[in-house]
């Protein structure tokens, strides 16, 4: 993961099963960065503020890092998810969490998984599991996202177009 990432293109796709994928992925040149571990996501948000707007500030902790992740506005598009994305690494999580309690923010939602990394060069590609299934993400320019997509043997009906705060709401898990 980057620190600094001003627009943000990627798939969530559906897939039945995390069984073989990695080896799919490796075999299109990505390399393992992170294996399967925990990641807990939590949400913060004034009110509805933030999600009014049509954005979300997220503090992230994977792989013993810490990230504070600000997601712009959707930007409209059939299959991928596009859009601005700022994104630095905290030294401290719980001094964060405590600057953004002073600024009245309060922690609206909490989701966790279990998450693999993989990169190359040109893609980053995550493994979920979820309580409510497999997803693979594909991250990068919507040109090599399509055509990694191809090469993996999934169509746009792979795609997942919701996002997984709505869909651990879906799933009375927030």
Do not use: N
Request: hydrophobic letters at 45%.
């Amino acid at each position: 993961m980057e620190d600094h990432k001003s627009i943000e293109t990627e798939v969530k796709l559906k897939v039945p099963t995390l069984d073989g994928l990695q080896a799919r992925l490796e075999g299109l040149g990505f390399i393992l960065k992170v294996s399967a571990q925990p990641e807990c996501s939590v949400l913060w948000d004034r009110g509805c503020e933030l999600l009014d707007q049509g954005c979300a500030l997220r503090v992230r902790r994977y792989a013993g890092l810490a990230w504070l992740t600000w997601k712009g506005p959707k930007i409209a598009d059939a299959m991928l998810k596009v859009r601005p994305e700022e994104e630095t690494e905290i030294a401290d999580p719980a001094s964060l969490e405590r600057i953004l309690e002073a600024l009245g923010f309060a922690p609206v939602m909490r989701m966790e998984k279990t998450r693999a990394l993989l990169e190359r060069a040109d893609l980053v590609a995550c493994l979920d599991e979820t309580p409510f299934g497999c997803f693979m993400e594909l991250e990068g320019d919507a040109v090599v996202i399509y055509e990694a997509m191809a090469a993996l043997g999934f169509g746009p009906e792979a795609a997942e177009p919701r996002s997984y705060p709505s869909l651990f709401r879906e799933h009375g898990l927030a």
